[in-house]
């Protein structure tokens, strides 16, 4: 079983930054399956930022250029950079695998608001 704790969120006005963390434990070795995800309300949670070939970023077209995905793969801990955020980013963000099929739970998450 893998648990994943994300934090970081909060209020934050349209234009503005925040970097996400979130420390995975358990049966897990390496932050290279893991990824971003977030559900805003009223909506499906949608993969937002995941590790591509090569442990580059790959990201949905709503937060290309805007959010940039890391980690620390000894520490099991990734980050998500978000800039330029805009009302429609708000949302609750969670951690967890890139793949439906490896994921069993879902943590807390943290959450964001962008706002004026």
């Known amino acids: 079983q893998v648990q994943f704790v994300e934090s970081g969120g909060g209020l934050v006005q349209p234009g503005g930054s925040l970097r996400l963390s979130c420390v995975a434990s358990?049966?897990?070795?390496?932050?290279?399956?893991m990824a971003w995800w977030r559900q805003a309300p009223g909506k499906q949670r949608e993969l937002v930022a995941q590790f591509g070939s090569g442990k580059v970023g790959m990201y949905a077209n709503s937060v290309q250029g805007r959010f940039t995905i890391s980690g620390d793969n000894a520490e099991i801990t990734i980050y998500l950079q978000m800039t330029d955020l805009k009302p429609e980013d708000t949302a609750v963000y969670y951690c967890?695998?890139?793949?439906?099929?490896?994921?069993?739970?879902w943590g807390q998450g943290t959450q964001v608001t962008v706002s004026s």
């Open positions: 358990g049966a897990i070795s390496g932050i290279y399956n």
């Open positions: 967890n695998f890139f793949h439906p099929a490896s994921i069993r739970s």
